[in-house]
Nanobody
Framework: QVQLVESGGGLVQAGDSLRLSCVVS????????VAWFRQALGKEREFVAL????????MYADPVQGRFAISRDNAKDTVYLQMNDLRPEESAVYYC????????????????WGQGTQVTVSS
């Protein structure tokens, strides 16, 4: 069992940056791949980025490639999502999720989820 707690969301203007944090606690948190997903009002939850257990392999959704960066500090059991040049259409609740090391971009491969943090980007 692991628990995830997100923080860092807020209200920003288009073009601004935010850094989200996800603290992973519980049994062997460093053994889990961690991903960020987001869900806008009335839409499906969608994949944003993932990072492997060692932090040396990452994957991004096409819309955020080059603007977002996922990283992890295993000494702090924390995963970060640096978001640059935010766009209004990226307003959503952002969730972090933990899954087995082979977890993919599909949300069903993740076993544990945080409660989410709201990101609102004004135009």
């Amino acid at each position: 069992q692991v628990q995830l707690v997100e923080s860092g969301g807020g209200l920003v203007q288009a073009g601004d940056s935010l850094r989200l944090s996800c603290v992973v606690s519980g049994h062997n948190p460093r053994n889990y791949a961690v991903a960020w997903f987001r869900q806008a009002l009335g839409k499906e939850r969608e994949f944003v980025a993932l990072i492997n257990t060692r932090g040396d392999s990452t994957m991004y959704a096409d819309p955020v490639q080059g603007r977002f960066a996922i990283s992890r500090d295993n000494a702090k059991d924390t995963v970060y999502l640096q978001m640059n040049d935010l766009r209004p259409e990226e307003s959503a609740v952002y969730y972090c999720a933990a899954g087995a090391p082979h977890s993919t971009t599909y949300k069903l491969t993740y076993d544990y989820w945080g409660q989410g943090t709201q990101v609102t980007v004004s135009s």
